[in-house]
């Protein structure tokens, strides 16, 4: 499966933050890929649509992104769905906290579109779906 034919989510509070994170998704080709402004609204997203993975920050005001990783890692519906937490440079803790709170991995904002790439591509394989080299 190739990762432009993937549907994302993308969950921060800032939206600048957002729309860079976009940015980096369209830079590779990606299409599919809603927003939601903070963990409430994800998880009504999750439950409304299907979703290949979501892409969440950390660091969110109220439910952060940790919330929402432990959310989904506890519903039977959503378990297998993977999520990359993105964590502030310097934030070490949170990359640690992230990975053993169940996060299929993270990425160090800001990221390039490589980065973006090589993780991704990481987070499938270790799931059993290859994405052919572009």
């Known amino acids: 499966m190739e990762l432009a034919a993937l549907r994302y989510l993308i969950v921060d509070a800032s939206a600048d933050a957002r729309r860079a994170t976009r940015e980096r998704l369209a830079e590779i080709g990606c299409r599919a890929v809603d927003e939601a402004a903070g963990s409430v609204a994800a998880l009504a997203l999750l439950k409304a649509r299907r979703f290949d993975l979501v892409i969440a920050s950390a660091a969110m005001p109220g439910v952060s992104g940790f919330d929402l990783l432990n959310v989904v890692r506890a519903d039977p519906a959503l378990r297998h769905l993977p999520v990359l937490m993105l964590v502030a440079p310097g934030c070490k803790d949170d990359s640690v906290r992230a990975v053993q709170g169940g996060a299929a ?21 270790r799931r059993g779906r290859p994405v052919p080299a572009a």
């Open 105 to 125: 991995g993270y990425l160090v904002t800001p990221f390039d579109a490589a980065a973006l790439v090589g993780t991704l591509r990481g987070i499938l394989a």
